[in-house]
């Protein structure tokens, strides 16, 4: 699928789902945040919020659980959990720029023998592409807790400890 | 305009105009490249090419020439043309992700006065796309060109000087 002309976009799912992993691990121990608290939370769309929250699941960042007092719970350290863990759940891990290997095509084509390696052109679009992966894969959902003010931290973990 | 649930996706033009570019910077000085020969190296479309020629020479990276050896030369020295001047005169500027301040929404809404500078969701997603252009800021056209093997310069140059 191209998204021809838009320019690269990521889904407002990012930014709602970096926010909302951040509350989830701000949970009292051993419980779970149920998906209405979450969407009640940032006041998002619940049915869309459920997607993302779907993706996670299946990425082995949250982990869902049933029955009354069900939801989403971080599925492991929130120290071992990264931004780009989070984002590659929601947009998938394809790089933003794909090599059509056109070298290969028209008057100037490159014979295959040349080919072996990616052109200059494909390694700095990669070399970039790393270059944000690695600053995603520098912060840690432990960090984002960190950076929301203490006294909304505060105030949500009271919230959650009442279940509202 | 949103690109929902494709991820990030740099259109193909990119591609065809890093390469492209490099092939006008080898063009015999003072000469300028027709775009029927640009199409024809890479075997591209030229009503598409045009298109993407167009933005390049709107966001001053090539200069467009008319007459029976019209075409296109580069604006500036070539290694004074980054590989980020190509990428965002055709997919723009804007960043991939955008802060629609979902933290003043909802239940866990900050108050305004703890809103001031950007949220650290925000801060470490422009931090990212930063590095993503860093990295192409620091490749020029001219470094582009000396990546291409020699004898397909070569080939080029020759096949540039003959005008065909
Ligand atoms: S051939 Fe695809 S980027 Fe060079
Ligand atoms: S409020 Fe937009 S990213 Fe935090």
Redesign the pocket.
Known sequence: MKCYGFGMKLSQGVEWMLHSVAVIAQAPAGTAVARRVLAENYDLPEAYLAKHLKALVRAGVLVATTGPTGGFRLARDPAGITALDIVEAIEGSAPPFT??????RGLAATPPELCRR?????AV?DRAHQAWRSTLQEVTVADLVKLTPKPLRDQLVARLSSGR
Not at 118 to 122: I, L, M, N, R, T
């Open positions: 090599c059509q290997e056109i070298r290969q990616p052109c200059g052109v494909a679009m």
